[in-house]
């Protein structure tokens, strides 16, 4: 289990996830054993919908408020009280997720929080951070940050987020590398753990209407690049699965697709047009159960839904239902693959 205030168990994954409604739901059906979901939320009154979809009591769930909207900080600050409160009143196993760039207000919140719940803290820093920062300046930004939430470094586990480095994979593994190396306490964090970032933020860039196309999953291949060349201790792989680390205020209705994990890459099946998308759903999970990859209905609840709709015994689903198939699909191979080969 990924227990409070324990290293986790080697190997296991984190999912960095925007906290919406079809990922929870995924992780309310993954095997919490080596999986960690890290929650940004923006939206603070989630505290009963996290609760929901984390109902593992003695695993933990990270948790980061993200001022998005540009709440006053104050406001902000009694928001994240009020949230780690009511997650602590569900009997959630909540770790506050902080960065290096928080206002005092937010900070006390958190202290107050972290002494309360005495599970220490996640300290999630920007590979660009680290690299534009001397390694003097950085490691006094870290320990003030530590100081001012009240926990030391083997209290807190440390996430490296690679996700805004563009390149390929050899690019993104070295600028990890570089990062990792300008760090300090590197023995000393419960857990390093390095996050990278494949899928696009526009499928339609990458696959036509009407095809099936693949997109390579560079951050798994990265992330293998960067531990077999960085040696000092084991890393704990992060992704955003079939997410972005961009937010947008644009919502639309995309194309129906099913975007389904095999290692990789995720293949994905793409629909015509807006218009009618219930048929199409329909048809595209008949395609996806038909291809030689399709893993069965009992590999994940993802696969069993897509065979469900295939067959008319559930759907046709929307948007929503396909992020959190597609999120299912992505955990499950990235565990398996995980337990099987030790590498993601």
């Given at each position: 289990?990924?227990?409070?205030?324990?290293p986790?168990?080697?190997?296991?994954?984190?999912?960095?996830?925007?906290?919406?409604?079809?990922?929870?739901?995924a992780?309310?059906t993954?095997?919490?054993?080596?999986?960690?979901?890290?929650?940004e939320?923006?939206?603070l009154q989630?505290?009963?919908?996290?609760?929901?979809?984390?109902?593992?009591?003695?695993?933990?769930?990270w948790?980061q408020?993200?001022?998005w909207?540009?709440?006053?900080?104050?406001t902000w600050?009694n928001?994240?009280?009020?949230?780690f409160t009511?997650?602590?009143?569900a009997?959630?196993d909540?770790?506050?997720?902080?960065?290096l760039?928080?206002?005092?207000s937010?900070?006390?919140?958190?202290?107050?929080?972290?002494?309360?719940?005495?599970?220490?803290?996640?300290?999630?820093i920007?590979?660009e951070?680290?690299?534009?920062?001397?390694?003097?300046?950085l490691?006094?930004?870290?320990?003030?940050t530590?100081?001012?939430v009240?926990?030391?470094?083997?209290?807190?586990?440390?996430?490296?987020?690679?996700?805004?480095?563009?390149g390929?994979?050899?690019?993104?593994?070295?600028?990890a590398?570089?990062?990792?190396?300008?760090?300090?306490h590197?023995?000393?964090?419960?857990?390093?753990?390095t996050?990278?970032?494949?899928?696009?933020?526009?499928?339609?860039?990458?696959?036509?209407?009407?095809?099936?196309?693949?997109?390579?999953?560079?951050d798994a291949?990265?992330f293998?690049?960067?531990?077999?060349?960085?040696?000092?201790?084991t890393?704990?792989?992060?992704?955003y699965?079939?997410?972005?680390?961009t937010?947008?205020?644009?919502s639309?209705?995309?194309?129906?697709?099913?975007?389904?994990?095999?290692?990789?890459?995720?293949?994905?099946?793409r629909a015509?047009?807006?218009?009618?998308?219930?048929?199409?759903?329909v048809?595209?999970?008949k395609?996806v159960?038909?291809?030689?990859y399709?893993?069965g209905a009992?590999?994940s609840?993802?696969d069993?839904?897509?065979?469900?709709?295939?067959?008319?015994a559930?759907g046709?689903?929307?948007?929503g239902?396909?992020?959190?198939?597609?999120m299912?699909r992505?955990?499950h191979v990235?565990l398996d693959?995980?337990?099987?080969?030790?590498?993601?």
């Amino acid at each position: 289990m990924v227990a409070p205030n324990m290293p986790a168990p080697s190997p296991s994954y984190v999912a960095v996830l925007k906290a919406k409604q079809g990922e929870l739901l995924a992780i309310q059906t993954t095997a919490p054993d080596s999986f960690v979901p890290l929650l940004e939320v923006v939206d603070l009154q989630k505290a009963n919908a996290i609760a929901r979809g984390w109902p593992h009591a003695g695993h933990v769930v990270w948790v980061q408020p993200v001022n998005w909207t540009g709440v006053a900080d104050a406001t902000w600050a009694n928001r994240t009280t009020t949230l780690f409160t009511s997650l602590r009143t569900a009997g959630v196993d909540a770790v506050p997720v902080v960065t290096l760039d928080e206002t005092a207000s937010l900070y006390a919140a958190v202290a107050a929080t972290v002494k309360a719940d005495k599970r220490g803290v996640v300290l999630r820093i920007d590979c660009e951070e680290a690299l534009e920062e001397t390694p003097a300046a950085l490691t006094t930004a870290i320990d003030q940050t530590l100081q001012a939430v009240g926990v030391t470094a083997a209290q807190a586990d440390l996430v490296l987020d690679a996700g805004l480095v563009s390149g390929g994979v050899a690019v993104q593994s070295t600028a990890a590398l570089t990062a990792l190396n300008a760090l300090p306490h590197l023995t000393q964090w419960r857990n390093v753990v390095t996050a990278f970032s494949a899928f696009p933020k526009l499928v339609g860039e990458h696959v036509p209407p009407s095809s099936v196309g693949s997109i390579p999953r560079t951050d798994a291949a990265a992330f293998n690049q960067l531990s077999s060349r960085w040696t000092t201790r084991t890393l704990v792989y992060a992704d955003y699965g079939v997410g972005v680390p961009t937010y947008s205020d644009v919502s639309w209705s995309p194309i129906p697709n099913i975007r389904y994990a095999v290692p990789g890459e995720w293949v994905v099946h793409r629909a015509a047009t807006k218009n009618n998308p219930s048929p199409q759903y329909v048809q595209l999970a008949k395609d996806v159960v038909a291809a030689p990859y399709f893993a069965g209905a009992s590999f994940s609840p993802g696969d069993a839904y897509i065979a469900a709709v295939a067959t008319g015994a559930d759907g046709p689903g929307n948007a929503g239902s396909y992020l959190k198939t597609a999120m299912s699909r992505h955990f499950h191979v990235v565990l398996d693959s995980l337990a099987t080969h030790g590498a993601p």
